[in-house]
C-alpha cells in the first residue's frame, strides 16, 4: 500500500495542477510519507520546498521540518554521548 501511495503522490505532485495550496498539500503528505518509511532526508527537502506554495506556512511545514531538524540533533548528542559499549560515556 506504501508503494502505490507513494505512486499516486509522485503522478499527482508531477501534473502541477491545482491550486499552490493544493500543491502544498501534495508535498507535505509526501514528505510524511517518507517519514514513515524512514527516509527522513528525503522528507526535509520535500518539507523545505512547501515553502514555495504555502509561504505562509498555513500547513506548518517550516514547523515540522525544525521538529525534524531538533529530533535529529537529539539523536546525534545521544550517539555522542555513548561509548562504544552503548553507554553513557
Known sequence: QVGEAVRILENAISQLTGARFAQARLRYAYAELLIAV???ANA???LAAVANFDPNNELGAAD???ELNEEGAAEQNSANNEGDDGKPN
Open 64 to 66: 515540522r521540518l525544525a
Open 38 to 40: 524512514g527516509k527522513i
Open 44 to 46: 526535509k527537502e520535500w
